[in-house]
């Protein structure tokens, strides 16, 4: 029952009612994902997997801070859908960029956090209409700069968006893997991050989508491939932008990184 979630449906009427976080859903939404073959096999691949609740991969500040180009890009799979669940997010409070799940759904979301007008979030962005099962891994793509916001899924572009423009960022104090601590948490994982400073073109992002890279690409910023279980944040550039795992967040060998939260 929707309008009473904690309603007893004998005639007694030993009605509940929710306390902190506890909610509905409907089954389809808390099943448990078939998992999708992960984008690179191999006993010394690793994925960082992340429970949904407020685990991510914490990296440093000024990441992209003078940038006037860049693209993020790597693999995710959403193993739940929940309401908007971010994959990565860089730049700080109201004023922040990633991808997430559009609303419940498993279409995928770019969009720009600009500040608020009268309370509200201004985030222009870009859906589209991947319709992803849970448990599948997609390869996402997001590519700025000075004209605006360019989202690619599996090397495809799916939209475009003039608004979203990074000059209008204001710091990058709050760069993270995944969400938590007010960013909308992710149940699932990514594998092969990616942070270049400039915009790439779909040509280069198929190339490389199924690549696993070195770091010593011209242009890479920072790589998160999680291949070093004795520093799993590592950052495999050699800008050593490590990050930190926070809360429940690991990283765990390709065979075992069932779905997370189960």
């Given at each position: 029952?929707?309008?009473?979630?904690?309603?007893?449906?004998?005639?007694?009427?030993?009605?509940?009612?929710?306390?902190?976080?506890?909610?509905?859903?409907?089954?389809?939404?808390?099943?448990?994902?078939?998992?999708?073959?992960?984008?690179f096999?191999?006993?010394?691949?690793?994925?960082?997997?992340?429970?949904?609740?407020?685990?991510?991969?914490?990296?440093?500040?000024?990441?992209?801070?003078?940038?006037?180009?860049?693209?993020?890009?790597?693999?995710?799979?959403?193993?739940?859908?929940?309401?908007?669940?971010?994959?990565?997010?860089?730049?700080?409070?109201?004023?922040?960029?990633?991808?997430?799940?559009?609303?419940?759904?498993?279409?995928i979301?770019?969009?720009?956090?600009?500040?608020?007008?009268?309370?509200?979030?201004?985030?222009?962005?870009?859906?589209?209409?991947?319709?992803?099962?849970?448990?599948?891994?997609?390869?996402?793509?997001?590519v700025?700069?000075?004209?605006?916001?360019?989202?690619?899924?599996?090397?495809?572009?799916?939209?475009?968006?003039?608004?979203?423009?990074i000059?209008?960022?204001?710091?990058?104090?709050?760069?993270?893997?995944?969400?938590?601590?007010?960013?909308?948490?992710?149940?699932?994982?990514?594998?092969?991050?990616?942070?270049?400073?400039?915009?790439?073109?779909?040509?280069?992002?198929?190339?490389?989508?199924?690549?696993?890279?070195?770091?010593?690409?011209?242009?890479?910023?920072?790589?998160?491939?999680?291949?070093?279980?004795?520093?799993?944040?590592?950052?495999a550039?050699?800008?050593?932008?490590d990050?930190?795992?926070?809360?429940?967040?690991?990283?765990?060998?390709?065979?075992?990184?069932?779905?997370?939260?189960?």
């Amino acid at each position: 029952d929707p309008a009473n979630p904690g309603r007893d449906a004998t005639l007694n009427h030993h009605d509940g009612k929710l306390m902190g976080n506890a909610r509905m859903e409907s089954p389809s939404m808390v099943a448990t994902a078939v998992q999708s073959a992960p984008p690179f096999a191999g006993d010394s691949n690793r994925v960082l997997q992340l429970d949904g609740n407020d685990s991510y991969l914490q990296l440093p500040p000024n990441i992209i801070r003078g940038l006037e180009d860049l693209t993020v890009e790597g693999w995710v799979r959403w193993d739940e859908f929940r309401f908007w669940s971010r994959s990565f997010s860089f730049g700080e409070g109201d004023y922040r960029f990633g991808v997430a799940n559009n609303g419940r759904t498993g279409n995928i979301w770019a969009g720009m956090d600009l500040g608020r007008t009268a309370g509200e979030l201004v985030s222009p962005g870009i859906s589209s209409r991947s319709n992803l099962t849970a448990g599948q891994w997609v390869h996402v793509a997001l590519v700025a700069g000075a004209d605006g916001m360019s989202l690619y899924v599996n090397g495809t572009l799916a939209g475009k968006q003039p608004q979203a423009l990074i000059s209008k960022l204001r710091g990058d104090s709050e760069n993270r893997l995944g969400g938590g601590d007010g960013v909308p948490p992710l149940c699932g994982a990514l594998d092969e991050i990616r942070l270049w400073n400039v915009g790439r073109t779909a040509e280069q992002i198929r190339e490389n989508m199924l690549k696993q890279l070195t770091g010593s690409e011209p242009g890479l910023v920072g790589l998160w491939n999680f291949d070093d279980p004795a520093n799993p944040g590592r950052d495999a550039s050699p800008n050593h932008h490590d990050g930190k795992l926070i809360r429940n967040a690991r990283t765990v060998s390709v065979d075992q990184s069932g779905s997370a939260g189960v």
